[in-house]
T-cell receptor, first 113, second 117 residues
Framework: AQSVTQPDIHITVSEGASLELRCNYS??????LFWYVQSPGQGLQLLLK??????LVQGIKGFEAEFKRSQSSFNLRKPSVHWSDAAEYFC???????????FGGGTRVLVKP | KAGVTQTPRYLIKTRGQQVTLSCSPI?????VSWYQQTPGQGLQFLFE???????NKGNFPGRFSGRQFSNSRSEMNVSTLELGDSALYLC????????????????FGEGSWLTVV
């Protein structure tokens, strides 16, 4: 069965500093990997996705993620955080057949001024 | 192009009642999925429909059911509500029945907040 682990429940970062959110997945086949962001009281917005090819994926809002098969990881990064990046971030794994996503527990990001 | 629309956005129900939530996918999308989000359990998959057929179902009791109409709109129903059903229910839509070989973007609505008292 597929699973996703986000080891960090909360991360606090200063505005302008870099951010890295960790994601580890378990999936038997080629993974389809996603990062979503959720602002308070809102739905999920897709930041980026990985299916194949280049292991460094660029997304919206200046985010990027790197797929490392050997480490079963798909970490999300941003070089310089803005106060508007304060939100909860979810990593998810999909499957070839169907659109079911399995989500990690999420990481809540707080941005200090 | 309008996004995924969910109605109602907020509702309060009493234990034992039933509730129906509605989802209108993005125009042209035929795949609809539902998720339950709670602080304790996180985001959990409920079920998925494509062209009116349920293709996948999560590990929820039979009180949770859904359906999809010919225009791709979907509803989910929860009968005999329990306090633990209080959650944000999210609907997602996509254009293809699966991730396939080239990937597929799954778009989420803003959700329906259900409070059971």
């Amino acid at each position: 069965a597929q699973s996703v682990t986000q080891p960090d429940i909360h991360i606090t970062v200063s505005e302008g500093a870099s951010l890295e959110l960790r994601c580890n997945y378990s999936y038997g086949a080629t993974p389809y990997l996603f990062w979503y962001v959720q602002s308070p009281g809102q739905g999920l917005q897709l930041l980026l996705k990985y299916f194949s090819g280049d292991t460094l994926v660029q997304g919206i809002k200046g985010f990027e993620a790197e797929f490392k098969r050997s480490q079963s990881s798909f970490n999300l990064r941003k070089p310089s955080v803005h106060w508007s990046d304060a939100a909860e971030y979810f990593c998810a794994v999909g499957q070839a057949a169907g659109n079911k996503l399995t989500f990690g527990g999420g990481t809540r990001v707080l941005v200090k001024p | 192009k309008a996004g995924v629309t969910q109605t109602p956005r907020y509702l309060i129900k009493t234990r034992g009642q039933q509730v129906t939530l509605s989802c209108s996918p993005i125009s042209g999308h035929r795949s609809v999925s539902w998720y339950q989000q709670t602080p304790g359990q996180g985001l959990q998959f409920l079920f998925e429909y494509f062209s009116e057929t349920q293709r996948n179902k999560g590990n929820f009791p039979g009180r949770f059911s859904g359906r999809q109409f010919s225009n791709s709109r979907s509803e989910m129903n929860v009968s005999t509500l329990e306090l633990g059903d209080s959650a944000l229910y999210l609907c997602a839509s996509s254009s293809t029945p699966g991730q396939g070989s080239s990937g597929n973007t799954i778009y989420f609505g803003e959700g329906s907040w259900l409070t059971v008292v």
